[in-house]
């Protein structure tokens, strides 16, 4: 999961899509949390989250990460050079960086960015990106 996925349950939750996602991560994190699902953690969701400005926020977040997260354990210069290429194509910075540690893990993607998902499809990146409601549909969590 991206961190606009784990953020997910933070956001005003008035749009039924909000809420839906929300119930979503929730879902997920209780699979994880029970140690049915991995939620696997790069270096780009620790800075992400130290750069969050709400103190509440920032702190649930780091704690799921150190409770719950796995580090990922990747080629450090194939997964650069990925996110090299990604960025090229018009991939923002940290997204190419959590899509490359992704993909040299061989884990799905999660995130609620619409326009980062599309990216995803446009340029064919080698696994699973969805939503959080698509991925507990393809998962089958209940």
């Known amino acids: ?70 580090p990922t354990e990747v080629d450090g210069v194939a997964t650069r050079q990925r996110a090299e290429d990604l960025v090229a194509v018009g991939f923002g910075v940290a997204d190419a960086a959590h899509m490359a540690f992704a993909e040299q893990s061989g884990a799905s993607f999660i995130s609620c960015d619409d326009k980062l998902l599309k990216k995803c499809g446009r340029f064919g990146v080698g696994i699973w990106c969805g939503n959080p409601v698509a991925y507990c549909e393809k998962e089958g969590l209940r």
């Open 1 to 70: 999961m991206d961190v606009c996925a784990l953020s997910r349950p933070f956001d005003d939750q008035h749009p039924l899509r909000i809420r839906l996602e929300t119930d979503a991560v929730n879902l997920i994190l209780a699979h994880v949390k029970q140690g049915r699902s991995v939620l696997l953690v790069s270096p780009v969701h620790r800075r992400e989250i130290a750069a969050i400005p709400d103190g509440y926020e920032r702190t649930a977040l780091q704690t799921i990460l150190d409770q719950y997260g796995v």
